[in-house]
């Protein structure tokens, strides 16, 4: 994941909601709820402008009644960032691992992942890219190790395709920022509903990529 535009206001919710969060998110009952109204406010208006009350109020419950399924309101926020973050990484490596050996199709695959990613969870990806900054240092740091990861893993079919010939870029990382960014605008704009389906997406941005790249 990196840093995005916040959604705008206006735009922020769709009459259609998309998923909140994947299904590798385990979380259930009143602490599934607290996830879930925390991530569209925080979303919409951005932690620091979210109080425990209101998520309270959301779930239909006082405010004290949170600390019993979490420590705090940074800790809710960082468990929304890390699950970001963790699927985002896994879902680009295991593109990779079911890619073939071709740098060109490994883009493609990886791009297609990270696209999918933030259009199929469009507020999660938001809440992820834009508060980081809210979290304590030690719990970016672990947040920043999966971030890491994955722009990695893009890194990597970027250099490995320069040395194979496949691509032609002379500032690889830049190349990566690039891909990164533009992957992560989607989640400022797709939502069910759109002209698109998320596969026209994915398939339209990995060709954009590999134009970039070669």
């Not at 830049?174 to 026209?200: D, K």
Request: hydrophobic share 45%.
């Amino acid at each position: 994941m990196h840093r995005g535009a916040p959604v705008s206001q206006s735009t922020s919710i769709a009459l259609e909601r998309p998923p909140l969060l994947p299904e590798r998110a385990t979380a259930d009952g009143t602490l599934r709820r607290f996830q879930e109204e925390a991530l569209v406010r925080f979303a919409e208006r951005g932690y620091h402008g979210v109080s425990v009350r209101e998520i309270a109020h959301a779930c239909g419950v006082k405010a004290s009644s949170m600390y019993a399924h979490l420590s705090s309101k940074e800790q809710l926020l960082f468990d929304l960032v890390l699950l970001a973050h963790e699927e985002h990484r896994n879902q680009l490596r295991q593109a990779l691992l079911s890619s073939g050996s071709e740098p060109v199709e490994q883009l493609r695959a990886v791009v297609s992942a990270h696209v999918a990613m933030h259009a199929t969870f469009p507020l999660l990806a938001t809440v992820a890219n834009n508060e980081l900054h809210a979290l304590s240092e030690e719990s970016a740091q672990v947040v920043l190790a999966y971030r890491g990861e994955a722009e990695q893993i893009i890194g990597d079919v970027v250099e490995r395709g320069i040395r194979l010939g496949a691509f032609h870029v002379g500032e690889p990382w830049l190349a990566v920022a690039a891909i990164g960014a533009m992957g992560i605008r989607v989640a400022a704009w797709y939502r069910p509903g759109s002209p698109y389906t998320i596969e026209q997406v994915c398939t339209r941005y990995a060709d954009f990529a590999v134009k970039l790249a070669t």
